[in-house]
């Protein structure tokens, strides 16, 4: 089946360490994105993708790395300069500009140690 | 700044019954797409409906259907019968159309169907 996959499902970060959440797509999406999401708020943009070896930042992207190398894979790196990392991370991905709809991951939830 | 507004932070009905949830958002922009997407407790997104700026009809989608104002900006989603397994957080979002597709959601209304 097609879909997206995100792990690991559960992640703790010690003081000063990076982590990379993985997010790994068999819809053939150009499109991929990662959002935020905390605690009885909404879902905020970190980072986009339209396309390979290219990505913008999106609301919050200070404290946060992506790379993409390949259409299928967008992992995000919290680095050690995001001082608040605890969140639910979702990752999604699209075949349009908009028109069609994004189809999420299940998620990982980031913790601090 | 673009933003989506959802004045409902929580909302019950009883099961059967018919519930509509809150929507506003502010643009400049003149194409774009709208859309409902729900929450439940295990946190998957999963999309309701969607409504494209340019259509006048509102989109149904089986129990759910929404009343798009595009001059007022506002974007409703009713649901109809409703059921139990509709319990969940819903959030609107919006994307301006040639942006990427990114998405701007509101702050979610959280929806609990009673038995």
């Known amino acids: 089946d097609g879909g997206i996959t995100q792990s690991p499902k559960y992640l703790f970060r010690k003081e000063g360490q990076n982590v990379t959440l993985s997010c790994e797509q068999n819809l053939n999406h150009d499109a991929m994105y990662w959002y935020r999401q905390d605690p009885g708020q909404g879902l905020r943009l970190i980072y986009y993708?339209?396309?390979?070896?290219?990505?913008q930042k999106g609301d919050i992207a200070e404290g946060y790395s992506v790379s993409r190398e390949k259409k299928e894979s967008f992992p995000l790196t919290v680095t050690s300069a995001q001082k608040n990392p605890t969140a639910f991370y979702l990752c999604?991905?699209?075949?349009?500009?908009?028109?069609?709809?994004?189809?999420f991951g299940d998620g990982t939830r980031l913790s601090i140690l | 700044a673009q933003t989506v507004t959802q004045s409902q932070p929580e909302m019950s009905v009883q099961e059967a019954e018919t519930v509509t949830l809150s929507c506003t958002y502010d643009?400049?922009?003149?194409?774009?797409?709208l859309f409902w997407y729900k929450q439940p407790p295990s946190r998957q997104m999963i999309l309701v409906i969607r409504q494209e700026a340019y259509k006048q009809q509102n989109a149904t989608e089986n129990r759910f259907s929404v009343n798009f104002q595009k001059a007022a900006k506002s974007f409703s989603l009713k649901i109809s019968d409703s059921q139990l397994g509709d319990t969940a957080m819903y959030f609107c979002?919006?994307?301006?159309?040639?942006?990427?597709?990114?998405?701007?959601f509101g702050q979610g209304t959280e929806l609990s169907v009673k038995p």
């Open positions: 979002a919006f994307t301006p159309y040639n942006q990427g597709g990114k998405l701007i």
């Open positions: 643009t400049s922009e003149s194409n774009y797409y």
């Open positions: 993708s339209q396309i390979v070896n290219d990505f």
């Open positions: 999604a991905s699209s075949s349009g500009q908009g028109r069609q709809p994004q189809h």
